[in-house]
């Protein structure tokens, strides 16, 4: 089973940027899909991203299409989200999550999350 931490949530303004990272622990990495959700205050999980087991191929949310992007690099066992164009309405924790598999699978159970990070994003 792999571990997940995720790294480089915080506050930003509205319209700015922030990338987040999250490490894995193993060396069975590359044989996971990806993915980050995210969890607002009263509202249930939701998906956010997802990539294949090299990267090259990704899925998102309609919300972030445009402004986010998730990428990963296997070398370093670590997959980040890049968001950009931030709105007050994507601040929630963000969370990693890995999936046995090659192409992310948004029916597909999750085999391991992280702990979570927070994004909070002010007008």
């Known amino acids: 089973q792999v571990q997940l931490v995720e790294s480089g949530g915080g506050l930003v303004q509205a319209g700015g940027s922030l990338r987040l990272s999250c490490a894995a622990s193993g060396r069975t990495f590359s044989s996971y899909a990806m993915g980050w959700f995210r969890q607002a205050p009263g509202k249930e999980r939701e998906f956010v991203a997802g990539c294949s087991w090299r990267g090259g191929t990704t899925s998102y949310s309609d919300s972030v299409k445009g402004r986010f992007t998730i990428s990963r690099d296997n070398a370093k066992n670590t997959v980040y989200l890049q968001m950009n164009s931030l709105k007050p309405e994507d601040t929630a924790v963000y969370y990693c999550?890995?999936?046995?598999?090659?192409?992310?699978?948004?029916?597909?159970?999750?085999?391991?999350w992280g702990q979570g990070t927070q994004v909070t994003v002010s007008s």
């Open positions: 999550a890995a999936q046995r598999g090659s192409y992310y699978d948004t029916s597909a159970p999750i085999a391991s």
